[in-house]
């Protein structure tokens, strides 16, 4: 029973690190960070995507009062900049850039003014704003627990080498359970509503699944394959949950 308990405090601890190690390598990763003027903080963090029809919103947090700044921002197609003042709030600059149909890309920056000094953000660069579709609440906390429980199995099942592998093969069909049902009918639905496709146009099929699923998918296929034909695959299990958290990794 002890031995249970931590092995699964172990995969839970190992996905939640795999999953924050992918957000940090996600190109899609959004640029934060703190600096300080006359020796009070201005913190800001700068979104690259954005989801739904509502406004998108630009937040800089800072102490000082008497700061103000712009907002800027064009499509890629445009080689002319527009801009607006960003309002003041308490702490904070606000500016708003008018949601676009989803895949359109434009790109942004600020630029604040204190005491005849320009501070452009984020670091001197423009940042790479993608707009998606609004995603229902429903298949979006779908989408990620099926995912997210999926993984948990992949790395419960690897950690059954430690057990005896007693549980392995009970664990590889519920995650094959888990990632059929993502594929077969929460990914076409969540990547549809992110994409638009709805009354707008008829994808490809290869634009309704993620590959990374459909790869550990068919790899857990033939673990279970070859651990239910032969007990000398002790440790492919646990090299399959190793490939799993990679491809999750690189791919998803």
Do not use: C, Q
Not at 18 to 40: M, Q, R, V, W
Request: glycine residues 4%; aromatic residues 16%; proline residues 3%.
């Amino acid at each position: 029973m002890k031995n249970n308990i931590i092995l699964w405090a172990a995969s839970f601890v190992i996905t939640f690190l795999t999953i924050f190690l992918a957000n940090l390598l996600d190109k899609d990763y959004p640029i934060s960070g703190t600096f300080g003027i006359e020796s009070k903080k201005v913190s800001y963090r700068f979104e690259k995507t954005h989801y739904g029809k509502d406004d998108f919103d630009v937040i800089i947090r800072t102490d000082i009062d008497k700061v103000n700044g712009n907002l800027y921002w064009k499509n890629e197609s445009d080689s002319i900049w527009n801009s607006l003042e960003l309002k003041k709030s308490n702490l904070t600059l606000n500016g708003k850039i008018k949601s676009l149909k989803p895949l359109r890309v434009l790109n942004y920056y600020v630029e604040l003014n204190h005491k005849n000094k320009k501070y452009f953000l984020p670091d001197n660069k423009n940042v790479i704003l993608t707009f998606f579709g609004n995603i229902p609440i429903a298949v979006n906390v779908l989408e990620y627990l099926l995912l997210y429980i999926g993984l948990v199995l992949a790395v419960r099942t690897g950690l059954e080498y430690f057990n005896d592998n007693i549980n392995s093969k009970k664990f590889g069909v519920f995650i094959l359970i888990f990632f059929l049902t993502l594929i077969a009918l929460i990914n076409p639905l969540y990547l549809t509503y992110k994409y638009g496709f709805i009354n707008s146009s008829i994808p490809h099929i290869s634009k309704l699944f993620f590959l990374s699923d459909i790869t550990i998918f068919i790899l857990w296929i033939v673990t279970l394959i070859a651990i239910f034909k032969s007990a000398k695959f002790k440790i492919l299990p646990l090299a399959s949950s190793i490939f799993t958290l990679i491809i999750f990794v690189l791919l998803r």
